[in-house]
């Protein structure tokens, strides 16, 4: 089931977490970056990045997600939006399309547990270049390793 993108009510405080993966393939690492966002404001009320060994693209950005939900969980955030620019990862956590890679699964349930803490979780796919903020750290992690 494909979710919308959520409407901005004036004055309302709501909570949008971004998240992005990458992965250096000739040594098998990955990156990622998880940032939660306060609205109507847009302040940033914690991010994160992280490395991840013997990773797939695909490990990274759950792993992104994982670190996103984190973030939500220790804030206290009750109603969570989610975006993310890997249209599988995204599709996967909503149901669209199945998740059959065993440790994709592992990661998928993790979070599905992790989302399970909050009130209301939706995820939503955005293009790239609106995921700036994540994919700097990301890439920030990579760097710094």
């Not at 004055?11 to 000739?26: C, E, M, N, Q």
């Not at 220790?74 to 989610?82: A, K």
Request: hydrophobic content about 45%.
């Amino acid at each position: 089931m494909a979710v919308g993108l959520p409407k901005v009510i004036k004055g309302k405080t709501a909570y949008y977490a971004t998240f992005d993966g990458g992965v250096k393939l000739t040594e098998r690492i990955g990156s990622f970056g998880a940032i939660l966002w306060r609205l109507p404001d847009w302040t940033i009320v914690a991010a994160v990045q992280g490395v991840v060994e013997d990773a797939t693209v695909n490990v990274a950005e759950y792993h992104g997600c994982l670190a996103a939900l984190k973030l939500a969980t220790q804030n206290n955030v009750g109603t969570l939006d989610v975006f993310g620019d890997s249209r599988l990862i995204i599709n996967q956590l909503q149901d669209v399309i199945q998740c059959k890679h065993p440790r994709l699964q592992v990661l998928k349930r993790t979070i599905q547990s992790m989302s399970s803490n909050l009130n209301n979780v939706e995820y939503h796919h955005v293009k790239r270049m609106w995921n700036a903020p994540a994919d700097f750290l990301a890439n920030a992690a990579m760097s710094s390793r």
